[in-house]
């Protein structure tokens, strides 16, 4: 296993940070490697907003799900997806109600784009000893994050990330057997259930020391207990409002 292998394998999210700074520089290189990641045709469709203002970052924590690692972080990033820049770019070459920006092929551009630099931008802070972790938690109140941020049409916040120095070292959480997300020609339902079943038992063992006995349950009763529940189903809405998928039903005509 090389270093980078290593590196890899061994993360874990930090949600507790130390009070050592990241320095300009630092950042400077985690976003420089970022815009290494590959971009679909080179549209590098994302953006990233570092909250750096007390006030904003006070209410994005609250909006977050009342995470107070989002308030307590060294760095707070919110990686956008954003077709907004290329319309900008359109028209310095056409008019831009002629073009096609929020089409379901590109939010999947654009989500995939940001989702590439950020876990560069992880890999690349993990690399220098720094911890993160993503925070989902931004789409719970997506149309006040997307107002805080002022997010012009065609851009959605797709997850912020916590950057700092770890104060924390949690245990690393297994992950599904490689027989249960590795197939080989063809997708193989029938190879399912064995892996499953053995991480059923990691996790429950896992899950049980990590909460001192406090929770017991397997990853196939907490993956049905999550989906059990319909969760932020204002994300259509909240799109459609941002100009994504707007002109879907004409076009499918
Ligand atoms: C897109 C994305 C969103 C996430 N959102 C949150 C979040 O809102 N809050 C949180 O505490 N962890 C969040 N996580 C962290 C996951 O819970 C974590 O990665 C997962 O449980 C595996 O644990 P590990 O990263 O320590 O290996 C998110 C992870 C991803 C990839």
Redesign the pocket.
């Known amino acids: 296993m090389n270093d980078v292998i290593k590196l890899l394998t061994n ?3 930090i ?1 507790k940070y130390s009070e050592q700074p990241v320095t300009d520089e630092q950042l400077e290189s985690i976003i420089s490697a970022a815009q290494g990641a590959s971009t679909s045709s080179n549209m590098q469709a994302y953006s990233i907003i570092r909250v750096t203002d007390q006030d904003v970052r006070q209410r994005l924590s609250v909006l ?2 009342n ?1 107070s690692y989002v308030m307590e972080c060294p760095v707070f990033l919110v990686w956008c997806a954003d077709l907004y820049r290329l319309r900008q770019a359109y028209q310095q070459h056409g008019d831009p109600e002629q073009g096609y920006f929020g089409t379901m092929e590109n939010l999947i551009v654009a989500t995939v784009d940001a989702t590439l630099a950020a876990q560069n931008a992880a890999v690349a802070a993990e690399s220098m000893g720094m911890g993160i ?5 931004i789409r719970t109140n997506i149309a006040e994050v997307a107002e805080l941020l002022k997010l012009p049409k065609y851009v959605y916040p797709v ?1 912020g990330m916590c950057i700092g120095y770890p104060d924390q070292a ?1 245990g690393l ?1 297994p992950r599904l057997p490689r027989e249960a997300i590795l197939h080989e020609n063809t997708y193989q339902p029938d190879k399912l259930p064995a892996p499953l079943a053995d991480y059923d038992h990691t996790m429950k063992e896992y899950i049980t020391r990590r909460t001192d006995g406090k929770r017991t349950s397997t990853w196939s009763e907490d993956m049905a207990n999550k989906l059990k529940a319909p969760a932020r189903m204002h994300m259509l809405r909240f799109l459609e409002s941002q100009g994504f998928l707007e002109d879907q039903e004409d076009l499918d005509k």
């Open positions: 993360h874990r999210s949600r977050a799900d995470y972790v993503y925070i989902g938690g997850f949690p959480r």
